[in-house]
Every structure is written in structure tokens, then in C-alpha cells.
């Protein structure tokens, strides 16, 4: 299609032509052009499997890696939340100077965080922050 043209060049396309198994055109994923084309039937299911591992890959997910990273609906809110309490530490620092107010917000994020991850205290946050800038009176 036209639009494709005038999308930016180092933009990364994927074209998905469904319904082959009507067309009689051969599944899977060939190049045209420079942009993946993939050929599949939705209604059959053929190919899409083909679809599924070429985002993955797209995306950056190792097919291959052992152990995964699943996101389970507790870690996106937990990372949901952290990047809320972000932006409000930010908003805090830039519209009002407040530091302490940021300091809290940061500790509400890192305790998100160690929802997932368990690794980090408060004190480790605090003492990363406070390593490299110094609040006075």
C-alpha cells in the first residue's frame, strides 16, 4: 500500500496478509521490499504461528531463553504503579522543589519494584539518591 512510502525509512514494517488459505498464496514469512511480509489464515490457524514468533523476536523476546519472564497481572500493576509514583515524584521535584516529597515517591516506587523483584530495601534507594547530590537548608 502507499501509506508504507511515506512511513519513516528506519521504521520497522510487518505486512500480514491473511486469509491464504482462499488466495492459494504460499504461508510464512518472506521479504519484500525490506519489510516482513507474512502470509497466513486466521481461519485455519496456519502461519500464525509464524506471526506470533516474528513479534516476539521484533520485540525482543528470546524464544530460546530458558526460565522466561512471565508478566503476571501482579507485576504490571506493580510496574503500572511504580511508573505512576515516577512521574509524581518528578511533577513534585519540578513544579514545587520538593524534595522530600520525591524521596517518598521514589520509596512508593522501589517498594512497587521489590514487589517483583524482592532485591531492593528503601535504605539502598536512599543511600543510591543521597551518594551523589547533598539537600541542605
Given at each position: 500500500?502507499?501509506?508504507?512510502?511515506?512511513?519513516?525509512?528506519?521504521?520497522?514494517?510487518?505486512?500480514?496478509?491473511?486469509?491464504?488459505d482462499i488466495t492459494g498464496e504460499t504461508l510464512g514469512m518472506s521479504?519484500?521490499?525490506?519489510?516482513?511480509?507474512?502470509?497466513?489464515?486466521a481461519r485455519t490457524g496456519e502461519g500464525v504461528d509464524v506471526l506470533?514468533?516474528?513479534?516476539?523476536?521484533?520485540?525482543?523476546?528470546?524464544?530460546?531463553?530458558?526460565?522466561?519472564?512471565?508478566?503476571?497481572?501482579?507485576?504490571?500493576?506493580?510496574?503500572?504503579?511504580?511508573?505512576?509514583?515516577?512521574?509524581?515524584?518528578?511533577?513534585?521535584?519540578?513544579?514545587?522543589?520538593?524534595?522530600?516529597?520525591?524521596?517518598?515517591?521514589?520509596?512508593?516506587?522501589?517498594?512497587?519494584?521489590?514487589?517483583?523483584?524482592?532485591?531492593?530495601?528503601?535504605?539502598?534507594?536512599?543511600?543510591?539518591?543521597?551518594?551523589?547530590?547533598c539537600i541542605g537548608k
Amino acid at each position: 500500500p502507499e501509506f508504507i512510502a511515506r512511513l519513516p525509512a528506519k521504521l520497522p514494517i510487518t505486512v500480514v496478509r491473511n486469509k491464504a488459505d482462499i488466495t492459494g498464496e504460499t504461508l510464512g514469512m518472506s521479504e519484500v521490499n525490506g519489510h516482513a511480509l507474512i502470509r497466513l489464515s486466521a481461519r485455519t490457524g496456519e502461519g500464525v504461528d509464524v506471526l506470533r514468533n516474528h513479534l516476539k523476536q521484533s520485540m525482543g523476546f528470546d524464544t530460546n531463553m530458558e526460565g522466561g519472564f512471565l508478566a503476571r497481572r501482579r507485576h504490571l500493576q506493580a510496574l503500572e504503579q511504580a511508573a505512576e509514583h515516577l512521574q509524581q515524584g518528578k511533577a513534585q521535584l519540578l513544579g514545587a522543589w520538593a524534595g522530600e516529597l520525591l524521596a517518598e515517591e521514589l520509596r512508593l516506587a522501589q517498594q512497587n519494584l521489590s514487589e517483583i523483584t524482592g532485591e531492593f530495601t528503601s535504605d539502598d534507594l536512599l543511600g543510591r539518591i543521597f551518594s551523589s547530590f547533598c539537600i541542605g537548608k
